[in-house]
């Protein structure tokens, strides 16, 4: 597998980030920053996503980390709209696609990584490019697509309570 001590930690967290995602879909249709799961997204995304800047298969900056620092964008302007905007209901609807947008972007490296290593020695897609790897990320755009036009209207009738 190759990973070294900053690719351990920076899968550990992510890791974490997309289960805390997971539970907060789960449990609240959305992953809310006022909530424990929320938090763990947002503090564990912004470090790995920091961390993947550390990262790097062929040596320099790469597209890789152009999709970190997007990463990093995406929840910092939610984090703003959830601390700063709290009498907006409009930016509700912002803070949610922005969170659910920025765990669909990271599940892109995550699914591309993973099939690309696991099994270990016999991988799922031997590249990025693999139809495994593409069938699989637009089955999760397609839920994404799901999961926002849920929140759209959740927050909607949140809204007019």
Do not use: C
């Not at 789960?26 to 912004?46: C, P, S």
């Not at 320099?60 to 984090?79: D, K, M, Q, R, S």
Request: no cysteine; charged share 10%.
């Amino acid at each position: 597998m190759g990973l070294s001590i900053l690719g351990i930690f920076h899968t550990f967290i992510g890791l974490v980030a997309i289960v805390a995602a997971i539970i907060g879909f789960t449990r609240n249709g959305k992953i809310d920053l006022a909530q424990i799961t929320g938090k763990v997204y947002f503090y564990f995304t912004l470090v790995t996503s920091l961390t993947a800047l550390g990262l790097s298969k062929h040596g320099g900056f790469n597209p890789g980390h152009v999709f970190a620092l997007f990463i990093v964008l995406l929840i910092l302007a939610a984090y703003f709209l959830y601390y700063k905007k709290q009498e907006s209901k409009r930016a509700r609807f912002f803070e949610n696609f922005l969170l659910s947008f920025s765990f669909f972007l990271s599940l892109i490296p995550t699914v591309n990584e993973t099939f690309t290593r696991v099994p270990i020695g016999h991988p799922l897609a031997k590249a990025p490019t693999d139809p495994i790897v593409g069938q699989t990320l637009l089955a999760l755009f397609v839920l994404f697509l799901i999961g926002s036009i849920f929140q759209f209207r959740m927050q909607k009738k949140i809204n007019k309570i």
